[in-house]
């Protein structure tokens, strides 16, 4: 167990009114945009496959019920939970790593029951499920609310640059195996570099130093960051897609689709990005396997169902294992 009483040494809180930061709820807007988008995503997928199951002469349920059957479920169901312990490992190690940084030393294996919870809560949305570990360890490690968050904001800000430095590298290397609306990746990774150079500076204090912005609690992380922790990130989170990568290339040929590991280098980190938005089922990231392979509407469909959910699932499955130490640690029973 961690010491109950680590505090941050640059914001020193007194462990019986610890800060926490406030949970905002979305607003009636994003609500609305969240559900209209599922909507889409749906009635583009209903009429994408029934056009294919018309196509073979065949119902829409018995031309699912056709793709569903050829799948090699067994060595998929394998490969699957293999690979989401092997991100398990990878994705606790990137947060205690980060939290070393920038709050304190918490050991690894204290840090595994947090992580492991919070994949219940992200089931309904990724980014909830991070502030659930700020929650988790302000309640359990007394440490400040909003710089504990502010590490979650930093993990969540430095994985889009993440996905976006893999994305260019899969396309500097397979841009002709990739669609052609991949051809903006180029600029806007360009653009995207020229702004991280500028938020490194700008929270250094070398751009608009009497700026009150960069000491708000919220953005403690990013005061202490240094360039070389946003490459450490990249370096910790890199073996997580290049598994995904080698995963999804071989899952996507036992659901009978021929896929090329070299495209998927560009393909996977723009689906992740799809995946990361809050729709019901991933409905952003199945729509867009179907748009990206338009010759095999009834399997990436399928895919795209079966791959993310089940990920999400299992994920939360070995949330459970830890579940009833998070209740202890948190409420002592």
Known sequence: ????????????????????????????????????????????????????????????????????????????????????????????????????????????RDIMPIRGSSYIISIFNEQIGKGAMAYYLNKRDKVPGWETGSVMLFIMFCEIFYLLVWASIGFVFTSSLLPDVFGLIPYIAGAAGIFLVLWILYFQGKILPGSALREKKILHAFRLAKPWHYAAFFCLRSPAIIAAIVVYTTALNLFGVEADIGAMIGILPVIFFAAAVPTPMRAAAITLWVVLFPENEGQMAAFGFVQHNFFILFNAAIGLVFWRRAQRELFGS
Do not use: H
């Not at 926490?20 to 969240?34: D, E, L, N, W, Y």
């Not at 889409?40 to 793709?67: D, K, S, T, W």
């Open 1 to 108: 167990m961690t010491d109950s009483n680590v505090q941050n040494p640059e914001n020193s809180i007194p462990p019986e009114a610890p800060e926490t930061a406030p949970r905002k709820k979305p607003s009636a807007v994003q609500r609305g945009i969240f559900l209209v988008l599922t909507a889409l995503c749906f009635v583009y997928l209903y009429y994408r496959l029934n056009g294919a199951a018309a196509r073979e002469g065949l119902g829409l349920i018995e031309y699912m019920g056709q793709v569903f059957a050829s799948v090699q479920w067994v060595p998929w169901m394998l490969l699957m939970m293999t690979y989401s312990l092997a991100y398990f490992a990878i994705d606790t190690l990137v947060i205690t790593k980060a939290l070393n940084w920038f709050i304190a030393p918490i050991k690894y």
